[in-house]
């Protein structure tokens, strides 16, 4: 699986971003995908994952920092994750990585769960 990340850009606090991930293959619906960031300095961390599904849609899993900011979804049909990210702050800002877990198990937000990972864009939320 390959997975390419796009949607990231420079905007001002209180704003929205939307970013995509577009994956290749045929089996994406059987993977878990997550979203992961990593800010200049820090350890990549968690943000949303959402689980597999024959249909769009599937559960979600959120960290608390971006819990009723950020929304998770996905497109079988299209072999897209997208994440909804809304009432950004500062602290927001990072390079934002799309990541899929082939395993279908229950949501996680241990990156050593995930086995391919997009390159990242970057978010950058200013003040």
């Known amino acids: 699986v390959q997975l390419q990340a796009s949607g990231g850009g420079l905007v001002q606090a209180g704003g929205s971003l939307r970013l995509s991930c577009a994956a290749s293959g045929r089996t994406f619906s059987r993977y878990n995908m997550g979203w992961f960031r990593q800010a200049p300095g820090k350890e990549r961390e968690f943000v949303a994952a959402?689980?597999?599904?024959?249909?769009?849609?599937?559960?979600?899993y959120y960290a608390d920092s971006v819990k009723g900011r950020f929304t998770i979804s996905r497109d079988n049909a299209k072999n897209l994750v997208s994440l909804q990210m809304n009432s950004l702050k500062p602290e927001d800002t990072a390079v934002y990585y799309c990541?899929?877990?082939?395993?279908?198990?229950?949501?996680?937000?241990?990156?050593?769960?995930?086995?391919?990972w997009g390159q990242g864009t970057l978010v950058t939320v200013s003040s």
């Open positions: 959402i689980r597999w599904s024959r249909w769009s849609g599937g559960s979600t």
């Open positions: 990541a899929a877990d082939r395993s279908g198990n229950i949501l996680s937000g241990n990156s050593g769960v995930y086995d391919y």
